[in-house]
């Protein structure tokens, strides 16, 4: 057996007739380095309460004999392996634990986790073999009216005022971000649309995942909000590394939807 890397996302070596056996959080996930090939075996737990909050990640001699398997033809025989987290391709839905609301002038820093998508990329070229999510979220929609909108992820992930009360898993990534009402009437934060797929994951020396902390500005009575995104990860993470970037452009000042009436949410 090889040595187990210091953190999930750190490269590693399957040699050929090797497999690597990965659970992160709900996801297992199985990769076999086949002459001439790789092949992945994923399964979900139905319950993310009762994973393990550490990754467990060991490499050994083996194989993947399930007809389900997924099979990645690679002529190159180069055994390096990553497994990289990125976060979603769509916003996700969040709450409060608790009914909160922002009067005028007034604003709160908010602390949530969302689940990573793992993306496998092997061999020299760092080739992109398939990205699974840790944790599959179903969708909804979010919007004034079910016209006006746009098309979420709805998870159980729920916003939380004191970072201390975030429970670490290794398969979440932290985001930072504040809420500023400049609206003439009080901002009710029921649930709030997270644009995840505008940040980028950090990776930190203790082991936690992180994004740049954002802020979203509420200035009149819309479901709009003004959104910045800071530059790097947020200081009180210590030293990290940038694993994976944005997966759509941003422009800092512009407008997202936010704060909104929440259709066919089914978590």
């Known amino acids: 057996m090889s040595e187990r890397p210091e953190h999930w996302w750190a490269p590693l070596e399957v040699p050929t007739d090797r497999i ?3 659970r992160l959080g709900p996801l297992a996930l199985d990769i076999h380095h086949a002459p001439g090939e790789w092949r992945l075996l994923h399964r979900h737990d139905d319950d993310e309460a009762d994973a393990p909050a550490e990754a467990e990640l060991a490499v050994a001699v083996g194989s993947i004999d ?10 190159d025989p180069d055994p390096r392996l990553t497994l990289v987290p990125c976060l979603l391709d769509r916003p996700v839905v969040i709450r409060p634990r608790q009914p909160v609301f922002l ?3 007034e604003a709160i820093t908010l602390y949530v986790s969302t689940p990573v998508v793992v993306a496998v990329r092997v061999g020299a070229g760092d080739r992109l073999l398939r990205e699974i999510p840790s944790l599959p979220l179903s969708d909804t929609w979010f919007g004034s009216t079910t016209r006006e909108g746009e098309l979420c992820y709805s998870g159980r992930t729920r916003a939380r005022h004191l970072r201390a009360e975030l429970p670490r898993r290794a398969h979440r990534a932290v985001t930072p971000f504040q809420v ?12 709030l649309s997270l644009p995840v797929q505008m940040l980028s994951v950090y990776g930190a020396a ?5 994004t740049e902390p954002l802020s979203l500005t509420r200035g009149g009575d819309s479901d709009l909000a003004a959104l910045d995104v800071e530059e ?13 970037g944005p997966r759509e452009p941003r422009t800092s000042g512009g407008l997202v939807r936010a704060f909104s009436e ?5 978590p």
Request: hydrophobic residues 35%; aromatic residues 8%; glycine residues 12%.
């Open 232 to 244: 790097d990860a947020p200081e009180f993470a210590g030293a990290t590394e940038r694993l994976s």
């Open 262 to 266: 929440l259709f066919g949410d089914r």
């Open 20 to 22: 690597l056996t990965c």
């Open 66 to 75: 399930d007809d389900g398997a997924d099979r990645f033809m690679v002529a």
């Open 103 to 105: 009067p005028q002038g």
């Open 206 to 210: 203790d082991g936690g995942l992180w």
């Open 180 to 191: 500023r009402n400049e609206a003439d009437t009080p901002l009710p934060l029921d649930r």
